[in-house]
C-alpha cells in the first residue's frame, strides 16, 4: 500500500512540474560576450575575447587554468564589461584535479559591481560587493564537510570567515565531491526573478543533463548590473583549477519579451535600413574603383582563386600531378624512339661495313661518337642490307651443311662396296678391288676361250699322233674332275659379281 502511495504522490509531482515550469520558464538567449568555451577558447596571441586573466592564471585553447597545482597561487579572470541584462544563466563547466586525497584551496564564481583584484577569498579580493558561490576542497574548521559548494551575498561590509569555511555567512550549499571526476564538473547558477538557483553535476558521467539540485534562495536581491568572474587559489595543498566553458544566457519573462519585441521590431527595421544604404554605398564605391581600374577586374578574379575549396584544390593537384606525369611518359617515349632508330642506323652500318670488306677487302673507319654518320660509298657499289647479308650467310651454311652430307654419304657407300666385294671376292680369292671393274665381255671371252681350248684337246687325239708320230699320254692336270671343278669356281664368280652389281644398282637407286 506504501508503494502505491508513493507512486500516486510522484506522479502528482511530475504532473505538476510542467504547470509550474510553463508559467515560469523564461526565454533564454546566449551571451557571447560574457562567455568563452573550449576548443579555440584563447587567441593565438594567448588572449581570451571578452574576457582578462592575472595572476597565475594561463589560458590555453583548451581551458583556461585559473591556478595550476603549484603551492600559493592565486589566479584570476573577469569579463570585461558588466550584464546589461537583470536576469541571467550561468553554465560553468570545469575541472578540479590534484594529486592528494585532499586539495586547496577551491574555486570562486562572482558576480560583482566591480572586478576584483588578487586577495584572500580564494584569490580574489574581500568585502565585495555581489554574489560569490565557492567551491570549497579544503577543510578550515575541520568539520569533515568539504569539499563543499556554497553561496554567498555580501554587500561590500563583510568579511570572509575562512576559519569556519564561510559557514556563519552562508546564504545555501551543499555539500558535493567535485574534485578528480572522470568527466569535467559542471555547474549552473541561475538568477530569474529574486531566486537564486544552485544545480550542480557531479562529472560521473558525460550526459549533460544530469543535474542535481544543490540550493534554491528565494528574495535575492542582486545588483542590477556586474561583473562575471572567476578566481581559484591554492595553499599547502595544490589543485589544478581548469575552468573549460564560462556560458552565459540572458533570461526575458514572457512579458519582458514581449514589451521588447516592438522596440525590437523598431531597431531591426532601422538596421535593416541602415545595411541596405551601407550596401548601396559600398557597390556605389566598387562601381566606381573599376571604372576608374579596368585592369583591377582581373586581379578581383585572381583573388577570388585563391580562395577555392579545399577538395578542388586537391583535385586540382592530383591533376597537376598526373599531367607531369604524363608529360614525362611521353619524353621517355621519343627517347626510346630515338635510341631505337640509332640502333637501326648502327646495324646497317656494321652490314655495309661487312660488305664493303667483302667486296673491296679493305678496312673503313669506324664511326665514333653519338650521332650517327651517312653510311660510307664502298667502291661505288649501294651498300648491302643487313637482311641481305643475312641470308648469304644462311645460304653459304646450308650450302656447307650440304656438301658435309654428300661427303658422309660417299664415305658410307665406298664402306659397304668395301664390305661386299670382300665378301664376294673371299671364295675364289681374285675379286677385283672397287677401282678396278671387270668387264663382262671380257670375261665371258676368256671362259669362252678356255672352253674352246679344253674342247679342241678333247677332240683332236688323232691329229697329234699324226703330227709327232708319237701318242703322248694325256696330262694329268687335265682330269675330267679337274675340268668340272675349273667350271664350277668360274660359275660361282659370274653369279656373285652379278649379285654385286644388282646390290650397287639398288644402292645407286636408294641414294638418288
Ligand atoms: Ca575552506
Ligand atoms: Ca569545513
Given at each position: ?37 573550449s ?52 553554465e560553468?563547466v570545469f575541472r ?85 571526476k572522470p568527466h569535467p564538473v559542471r ?13 550542480v553535476h557531479n562529472g560521473l558521467t558525460a550526459g549533460d543533463k544530469d543535474y542535481e ?31 573549460l566553458k ?267
Open positions: 500500500m506504501s508503494c502505491r502511495r508513493l507512486i500516486v504522490v510522484l506522479c502528482g509531482l511530475i504532473a505538476s512540474i510542467p504547470e509550474f515550469s510553463l508559467g515560469q520558464s523564461p526565454h533564454r538567449r546566449f551571451e557571447y560576450k560574457y562567455s568563452f568555451k576548443p579555440y577558447l584563447a587567441q593565438k596571441d594567448n588572449q581570451v575575447p571578452f574576457w582578462t586573466y592575472s595572476g597565475n592564471a594561463i589560458a590555453s585553447s583548451e581551458s583556461l587554468r585559473i591556478t595550476p597545482s603549484l603551492r600559493s597561487q592565486k589566479g584570476q579572470a573577469w569579463c570585461k564589461q558588466p550584464t546589461s541584462f537583470e536576469w541571467w544563466e550561468v560553468i578540479i584535479n590534484g594529486r592528494g586525497r585532499v586539495g586547496a584551496d577551491g574555486l570562486a564564481f562572482w558576480f560583482t559591481t566591480a572586478h576584483g583584484v588578487e586577495g584572500p577569498v580564494f584569490g580574489s579580493s574581500d568585502k565585495w560587493n555581489g554574489l560569490g558561490i565557492f567551491f570549497d576542497s579544503f577543510d578550515n574548521d575541520n568539520k569533515r564537510n568539504n569539499p563543499y559548494v556554497m553561496a554567498m551575498i555580501n554587500d561590500g561590509t563583510k568579511a570572509y570567515d575562512h576559519e569556519n569555511d564561510g559557514m556563519s555567512q552562508l546564504l545555501g550549499g551543499c555539500l558535493r565531491d567535485f574534485r578528480n555547474a549552473k547558477i541561475e538568477y530569474y526573478k529574486h531566486v537564486l538557483t544552485l544545480m539540485i544543490c540550493t534554491r534562495v528565494e528574495g535575492v536581491h542582486l545588483p542590477t548590473s556586474g561583473y562575471f568572474g572567476l578566481s581559484a587559489a591554492t595553499g599547502g595543498l595544490a589543485d589544478d583549477h581548469d575552468v564560462f556560458l552565459v544566457s540572458s533570461l526575458r519573462s514572457p512579458d519582458e519579451l514581449a514589451a521588447a519585441a516592438s522596440t525590437d521590431k523598431e531597431q531591426e527595421e532601422q538596421y535593416q535600413r541602415e545595411f541596405q544604404q551601407y550596401q548601396e554605398k559600398t557597390q556605389r564605391a566598387r562601381d566606381e574603383y573599376v571604372a576608374a581600374n579596368p585592369d583591377a577586374r582581373k586581379q578581383h578574379v585572381d583573388e577570388d582563386d585563391e580562395y577555392e575549396a579545399a577538395d578542388i584544390r586537391e583535385l586540382r593537384q592530383i591533376f597537376t600531378g598526373q599531367s607531369q606525369i604524363y608529360d614525362a611518359m611521353r619524353q621517355l617515349n621519343a627517347k626510346m624512339d630515338e635510341i631505337i632508330g640509332r640502333q637501326e642506323r648502327t646495324l646497317s652500318l656494321v652490314g655495309a661495313v661487312h660488305s664493303g670488306l667483302a667486296v673491296a677487302g679493305g678496312g673503313v673507319p669506324l664511326p665514333t661518337g653519338g650521332a650517327a654518320p651517312p653510311p660510307p660509298a664502298v667502291g661505288g657499289a649501294s651498300p648491302i642490307s643487313r637482311f641481305e647479308v643475312d641470308s648469304l650467310i644462311n645460304t653459304q651454311r646450308d650450302i656447307a651443311q650440304t656438301a658435309k652430307d654428300v661427303k658422309n654419304m660417299v664415305v658410307d657407300i665406298s664402306q659397304k662396296s668395301t664390305q661386299l666385294l670382300n665378301k664376294a671376292g673371299q671364295p675364289v680369292g681374285s675379286a677385283q678391288p672397287v677401282g678396278g671393274a671387270y668387264d663382262m665381255h671380257v670375261t665371258l671371252k676368256e671362259l669362252n676361250e678356255g672352253l674352246n681350248h679344253i674342247k679342241h684337246t678333247l677332240s683332236a687325239p688323232g691329229g697329234q699322233q699324226q703330227r709327232g708320230g708319237v701318242v703322248e699320254a694325256c696330262p694329268s692336270c687335265l682330269s675330267t674332275w679337274l675340268f668340272v671343278g675349273v667350271a664350277l669356281s668360274q660359275l660361282i664368280c659370274i653369279i656373285g659379281y652379278m649379285m654385286y652389281r644388282d646390290n650397287r644398282d639398288a644402292q645407286a637407286k636408294k641414294f638418288y
